[in-house]
């Protein structure tokens, strides 16, 4: 019923750009709070950017500045658009949907809310 679908990945260099889109489809009973997480190889999947209904951001220390979460409420999608990429940045790159409990609101790239929905992924692979 409800979708997620990431797209906009690609092999790029250090230094180059990408931009991400999770297009949601199917009817969301809760939405407060969209984000990106990353999972590298043998590594955790770890929360890197998350947009909440009020606009508010919140972001990975390790991608201040180069990061940007952005979404089009009337498009139903979700962005992060990715610049001066470095080769620890290759992971495949999610968005996931969650509800924010009363008081809640994003922090250290993620939303802090209760996971709904997660898309399938889409890989980014950065090289030196």
């Known amino acids: 019923q409800v979708r997620l679908a990431e797209s906009g990945g690609g092999s790029v260099q250090a230094g180059g750009s990408l931009r991400l889109s999770c297009a949601a489809s199917g009817h969301f009973r809760i939405t407060h709070c969209m984000g990106w997480f990353r999972q590298a190889p043998g590594k955790e999947r770890e929360g890197v950017a998350a947009?909440?209904?009020?606009?508010?951001?919140s972001y990975l220390d390790s991608v201040k500045g180069r990061f940007t979460i952005s979404e089009d409420s009337a498009k139903n999608t979700l962005y992060l658009q990715m610049n001066d990429l470095k080769p620890e940045d290759s992971a495949i790159y999610y968005c996931?949907?969650?509800?924010?409990?009363?008081?809640?609101?994003?922090?250290?790239?993620?939303?802090?809310?209760?996971?709904?929905?997660w898309g399938q992924g889409t890989q980014v692979t950065v090289s030196s």
């Open positions: 947009i909440d209904d009020d606009g508010r951001t």
């Open positions: 996931v949907a969650e509800s924010l409990p009363f008081g809640a609101r994003p922090s250290g790239g993620v939303c802090n809310g209760i996971k709904q929905y």
